[in-house]
């Protein structure tokens, strides 16, 4: 018997739950290549695409992989890929293309210690500034990033739903010890979960300007078939989606696609806060490392130390807001990550020197030790 939706309480992994997470957000086409720590996501996908009537392709590569779900999210499907840091950045040039042609889709990045092959089964966190960078060009992006294998499930539905609603490929950004985490997971029922699916036209199709924005610059999206004329491209277009060659058209373009997530920060960006109402230290962490930064943060208060977490679940757009006004009131940020300083950089910026940043860099194959993180804060405190 086809299983369609999954219900209940399971023993997952986060690459498990991640599939299952695009399945319940409605995702119907899943084009991937196998690459490490990533592979279960589309082993899942393979197995679970035909029970709820979709399709799970296996490309040549990550190139083809990310170019193939664009294609299907402009036939109508809710479309997602999965990989690592190497076939992420092979996935770049597509990446930027889909923001072009304003092609919601869903990219999960598992990430492990690099650079190149590095430690293909061993955890890191190198490609939050890749994520946010990575293509040429200006744009802004929405990049999550999960810390268990629930938020693996969740985010994922989340992410599905602000690409449907700002048109955009939205990242995921795992980690290897998140995504082969086994522990539980809840699932609810179908009609327990809230969906977002792209706004239709609503004019005649003489009238429809594929890349007309409306109020929340983001346009409505008409799907191939449906007999709608559009015409897309990664070249700079008008709001025909034809090719215009100028800088005025450049200037009209970029500066909407980069309007359109910064004017919404305030749906899209999200966060967590434990303790930070009379911290004089806070923790800023994500993914894995938020999850022994807390460990840490509750040994620092057991220490009469006033240790605050702010877990980012939203990394981009950054919520450089709520970091200007915590920077007001604290001594100092202590920013672990399993990077060399990506994310601090970003704290140091929106501090702006009105506290301190005390970052706690790893290089990657493993997860810090709390005491590591414990004695940043108690330097922080001083």
């Not at 109020?215 to 491209?233: C, K, Q, R, S, W």
């Not at 501090?351 to 414990?374: C, E, F, R, Y």
């Amino acid at each position: 018997m086809a299983r369609k939706h999954l219900t209940g309480e399971f023993f997952m992994n986060g690459d498990i739950a991640c599939a299952e997470g695009a399945i319940s957000a409605g995702c119907r086409f899943f084009a991937g290549y196998p690459i490490t720590p990533a592979t279960e996501i589309a082993e899942r996908m393979a197995e679970r695409m035909p029970e709820v009537g979709g399709t799970f392709i296996q490309m040549e590569d990550e190139i083809a992989s990310m170019a193939a779900i664009l294609g299907a999210s402009w036939a109508g499907a809710k479309s997602m890929t999965a990989t690592s840091g190497p076939g992420f950045s092979l996935m770049m040039e597509n990446i930027g293309l889909g923001i072009m042609m304003e092609a919601p889709c869903v990219v999960t990045d598992v990430q492990r210690a690099g650079p190149s092959t590095g430690l293909p089964t061993l955890v890191a966190q190198g490609d939050m500034m890749q994520a946010r960078w990575g293509s040429h060009g200006c744009y802004s992006i929405i990049a999550l990033s999960p810390s268990s294998a629930q938020e693996m499930y969740e985010l994922t539905i989340r992410a599905f739903n602000l690409s449907e609603k700002y048109r955009l490929p939205v990242l995921l950004m795992a980690d290897e010890a998140v995504a082969h985490m086994t522990e539980k997971v809840t699932i609810p029922p179908p009609e327990e979960i809230e969906l977002y699916t792209r706004r239709k036209p609503d004019v005649p199709p003489q009238k429809y300007l594929p890349y007309l924005p409306g109020a929340d610059l983001v346009p409505a999206m008409a799907i191939a078939g449906e007999g709608y004329g559009f015409h897309t491209t990664g070249l700079t277009h008008d709001e025909k989606g034809y090719p215009v060659m100028t800088a005025e058209e450049q200037e009209k373009l970029i500066r909407r696609l980069v309007e359109k997530i910064e004017v919404n920060k305030d749906d899209i960006i999200e966060y967590e806060e434990q303790g930070t109402e009379d911290a004089e230290v806070v923790v800023c962490s994500y993914g894995v490392s938020a999850r022994i930064s807390k460990f840490a943060v509750e040994r620092a208060r057991q220490e009469g130390i006033k240790a605050g977490m702010l877990k980012l679940v939203t990394v981009w757009p950054f919520p450089e807001g709520r970091i200007k006004r915590l920077a007001k009131k604290v001594k100092a940020f202590v920013v672990p990550e399993i990077n060399c300083g990506q994310i601090s950089l970003e704290v140091e910026r929106c501090a702006g020197g009105a506290a301190k940043t005390i970052p706690v860099p790893h290089m990657g194959g493993s997860v810090h030790h709390p005491d590591t993180i414990l004695d940043a804060i108690r330097k922080a405190a001083r």
